[in-house]
């Protein structure tokens, strides 16, 4: 509907200094002639619309424009109160707790049977993903690290399975991956670096501060995108067919490239790490590697360790 768009776009514009035509017509799926209409619309209602010529214009709204609360609708309250309970769930936090009960305040009294209505239908809970108690007090320290731009010392185990002491600028928490991450600069690398929650120990808040860096998490994940691709190798896996139902959950059609009735196979890239080593052998004897053979090797070597270990 037209009347959705035009809020989309206003919300959109609230949201960012200066949008090109062409930005809102690819974001919204319509011609830069019908862009250019719907803000001709939005500013005969009332909302105050900047328009810059030339290669670097585009449209805006004055800094001075407030957006109304009504202008949220139901679907947007209830899915707002709904990715915070479960980021809350994860994180045990009591500013999202306050903050779920100031937009639950929004909902009017005569929605409230239809919000109910709605929250049974759609629950998510991400409350294995903050591990246990031990788990979330070190977040808690890293998150306060971060809040308060002060140096923080931990213990960290990288995926080579090395613990060493680093010194970390703490930037950005960020969820992906199924976990929690710390995105920051290290001193002792002497670089950005991403690690891992789970695999932090004994951090401790320093009494220094530091000065933020520029770069931000998404220019470093786009940046290291390719380098990462670029260390992943090719495998070639045989499962049991016992395991189909999980493989084509992991993998769908589109990687599963020969089956019978005993067997399929399957190719992926995947970086190469300890990791890597325990995720093949965590499907026992379910699964064969065939290619590369110098990784069929150390699949040996560790499972006739963990055999002898039994006898």
Not at 25 to 52: C, H, K, W, Y
Not at 131 to 151: C, D
Not at 195 to 210: D, M, N, T, V, W
Not at 246 to 251: A, D, R, S, V, W
Request: aromatic share 10%; hydrophobic share 40%.
């Amino acid at each position: 509907m037209k009347i959705d768009r035009l809020l989309s776009i206003i919300i959109y514009l609230l949201n960012r200094d200066l949008v090109s035509a062409r930005e809102l017509s690819n974001r919204f799926e319509v011609s830069i002639r019908t862009i250019q209409r719907d803000m001709e619309t939005i500013d005969l209602a009332g909302v105050p619309v900047i328009s810059i010529q030339g290669p670097n214009g585009g449209y805006g709204i004055m800094d001075t424009y407030k957006m109304d609360r009504q202008l949220l609708s139901m679907d947007d309250l209830y899915y707002i109160i709904t990715a915070l309970k479960g980021i809350g769930s994860s994180i045990e936090d009591k500013k999202i707790d306050n903050t779920i009960e100031k937009i639950t305040g929004l909902v009017p009294e005569l929605g409230k049977d239809l919000f109910h209505e709605k929250n049974e239908k759609l629950h998510i809970d991400f409350s294995m993903l903050g591990g246990n108690a031990e788990n979330r007090r070190i977040f808690a320290i890293i998150n306060k690290a971060v809040e308060s731009e002060r140096l923080v010392n931990f213990s960290y185990t990288n995926n080579k399975f090395e613990t060493v002491i680093r010194t970390v600028e703490p930037m950005t928490m960020v969820f992906r991956w199924r976990a929690w991450y710390l995105f920051g600069y290290c001193r002792l690398k002497d670089d950005y670096r991403i690690f891992r929650i789970s695999r932090i120990k004994e951090p401790e808040i320093l009494a220094g501060g530091f000065k933020r860096r520029d770069k931000a998490f998404d220019d470093f994940n786009d940046e290291n995108r390719l380098e990462l691709d670029s260390q992943n190798i090719e495998l070639k896996l045989r499962f049991s067919t016992v395991m189909k139902p999980l493989i084509e959950e992991f993998y769908g059609g589109g990687d599963i490239v020969s089956e019978d009735e005993k067997s399929l196979t399957v190719r992926l890239m995947m970086p190469e790490s300890g990791w890597l080593y325990g995720y093949i052998l965590s499907f026992g004897e379910f699964v064969e590697v065939l290619e590369p053979a110098y990784l069929r090797s150390i699949i040996r070597g560790s499972a006739e360790k963990i055999a002898s270990i039994y006898e």
